[in-house]
Nanobody, 112 residues
């Protein structure tokens, strides 16, 4: 079954860092784009960042300068490095591809 599997979430203090991973069961070098989304309690799922074939990246303004999306084609994995985390970054983070669909999500909690 073709799928995306996220990992790397957890509890971190404000100002801390986490790196999320999105492992694909297919060769991601053939995938045009992978996105990261997040959904906070009681809120709509929102787009966070994208990486496009060739390495072009885009970020929502709320995370620009703090988050970095990258891909390792040899490991079929897309990463989201999150630095300077804030309590408002608390959410379930999902990776997404239009051909594969959604992963199951990984919880990120930023709290002291």
């Amino acid at each position: 079954q073709v799928q995306l599997v996220e990992s790397g979430g957890g509890l971190v203090q404000p100002g801390g860092s986490l790196r999320l991973s999105c492992a694909a069961s297919v060769t991601i070098s053939s995938i045009y784009a992978v996105d990261w989304y997040r959904q906070a309690p009681g809120k709509q799922r929102e787009w966070v960042a994208s990486i496009i074939y060739g390495g072009i990246t885009n970020y929502d303004d709320s995370v620009k300068g703090r988050f970095t999306i990258s891909r390792d084609n040899a490991k079929n994995t897309v990463y989201l490095q999150m630095n300077s985390l804030k309590p408002e970054d608390t959410a379930v983070y999902y990776c997404y591809n239009s051909q594969i669909g959604w992963g199951q999500g990984t919880q990120v909690t930023v709290s002291s």
